[in-house]
């Protein structure tokens, strides 16, 4: 007997073979281009770039080392200058103002001038004084020569009085005259000697009034005569003048029509032609730093402006030692803090650039010398 095989269905006898995935398709090998053979190797250029910049580097690093070595700087100075506050030495209206802001003035020039006719009153007043007192001397000279008379009138007085008083006492012992009669001639003994004793008196007291000093003038004549000279003083302080050359600052307070009170500081005269900078170092850096040594200053106001110049003083103290309320270093929370010492630098030469007072500087001084 046949055996027959299960039949397929008819969908898959109908359905071809699944062909086989393609692979893709490899692309060609793609060749490197050729690079040139210079370029294969590096040049000397690259060479010298590679090796010559960190070989300068280095060579600049060991000099500015080494030459640091020998100097110290500090970027805390500052431009100083001789700064005189000028006061009216007397007070008084401001009738003129003869100066500006920023003018340069010599010794002797007029800054401003106080209202002078009060002043020449007092003068005169003082003149009149001395008159005065010349009237007053000639005044004792005269009581002087009067009592000079009154002495002698009071001496030939006396002369009588004791005679006729003589005359009474020889009557008396005769019986001849009165008892009222002897004591009327002893009265007038007694009158006339007082007379003499009051003009001798006065004659002292003239002498006293007209008596010279040292410098062989009556005092009241010579205290009148200080009483003018010092009014005359004042009249020529009426005309306020510079006491030395300079730059005039902060003169707005100058102001005509203004009350000037004595001894206020009415402008500033700024000293601009003899500058110095004051550069606050560090006192770890004043172990080889010495008076004389050269310095270099740089100021941030002149870019690439170099001033030569040399250290003139060393600070006698710290500035917290000159400070208004210096540091109490004697408390249980004590830090210790690098001090500043204030260092005085002279120019020596003139700058190219006007100087102005409190202008930033940067310092250095060159301390590879040593100190001599």
Request: aromatic content about 4%.
């Amino acid at each position: 007997m046949t055996q027959l095989s299960p039949s397929r269905p008819k969908a898959e006898e109908a359905k071809p073979p699944r062909a086989a995935p393609k692979a893709d398709p490899v692309p060609p090998a793609i060749s490197a281009p050729a690079l040139p053979e210079s370029d294969a190797k590096p040049s000397w250029h690259a060479r010298a770039l590679m090796f010559g910049v960190p070989a300068a580097l280095a060579i600049a690093g060991g000099v500015w080392w080494l030459a640091s070595g020998g100097s110290v700087s500090t970027d805390n100075a500052y431009v100083q200058m001789d700064k005189v506050s000028i006061a009216a030495e007397v007070g008084g209206l401001i009738t003129e103002v003869a100066v500006r802001e920023g003018q340069e003035v010599k010794a002797g020039d007029l800054i401003f001038r106080i209202d002078r006719r009060p002043y020449k009153l007092t003068v005169a007043q003082a003149g009149a004084a001395i008159d005065a007192a010349k009237v007053d001397v000639g005044n004792l000279s005269a009581s002087l020569a009067a009592t000079q008379v009154s002495i002698k009138a009071a001496q030939e007085d006396i002369a009588f009085a004791e005679a006729n008083f003589q005359r009474q006492a020889a009557l008396m012992d005769k019986g001849f005259t009165t008892k009222a009669a002897y004591d009327a001639a002893k009265h007038a003994v007694e009158q006339a000697r007082a007379r003499l004793a009051q003009a001798r008196a006065d004659a002292a007291e003239a002498r006293a009034k007209l008596a010279t000093g040292a410098s062989g003038t009556n005092p009241q004549v010579e205290a009148a005569r200080v009483q003018r000279a010092q009014a005359e003083v004042d009249l020529g302080r009426t005309e306020v003048r510079a006491p030395s050359a300079g730059r005039v600052a902060e003169s707005d307070r100058l102001q005509v029509g203004q009350m000037m009170v004595a001894g206020l500081p009415a402008v500033t005269l700024v000293d601009t032609a003899h500058p110095w900078v004051e550069a606050n170092f560090k006192e770890t850096d004043l172990a080889d730093m010495c008076i004389g040594q050269p310095a270099e200053m740089r100021f941030d106001a002149y870019p690439g402006l170099v001033v030569r110049g040399h250290v003139q003083t060393i600070g006698a103290g710290t500035g917290s030692e000159f400070s208004v309320l210096p540091a109490q270093n004697a408390t249980g929370n004590w830090v210790k803090v690098t001090q500043r010492v204030p260092v005085h630098i002279a120019f020596d030469e003139v700058p190219r650039r006007a100087m102005i007072a409190g202008l930033s500087s940067e310092v250095k001084v060159i301390t590879s010398g040593g100190c001599k």
